[in-house]
């Protein structure tokens, strides 16, 4: 599995319909009608994301590795 940055994953989730609620210090907080599960995307630079982040981040938001381009 790649592993990706924030920012990235970011971008990625709000193409698949999530929203941005707040941004609380360094970690973005999503939400997307219908769905009970809130995101919280750690971003900090252009560092990648740890692979277990990424994975329960992906789980949470219903994303496949597909989805990561």
Same mark, same amino acid.
């Given at each position: 599995?790649?592993?990706?940055?924030?920012?990235? *994953?970011?971008?990625? %989730?709000?193409?698949?319909?999530?929203?941005? &609620?707040?941004?609380?210090? +360094?970690?973005?907080?999503?939400?997307?009608?219908?769905?009970?599960?809130? *995101?919280?995307?750690? %971003?900090?630079?252009?560092?990648?994301?740890? &692979?277990?982040?990424?994975? +329960?981040?992906?789980?949470?938001?219903?994303?496949?590795?597909?989805?990561?381009?």
């Amino acid at each position: 599995m790649r592993t990706i940055s924030g920012k990235m *994953l970011c971008k990625i %989730v709000e193409n698949q319909g999530w929203e941005l &609620k707040r941004v609380t210090g +360094s970690h973005h907080i999503y939400v997307k009608e219908d769905v009970d599960a809130i *995101l919280s995307i750690p %971003v900090h630079g252009n560092r990648d994301l740890p &692979k277990g982040t990424l994975k +329960s981040i992906m789980k949470d938001a219903g994303l496949t590795e597909d989805d990561l381009g």
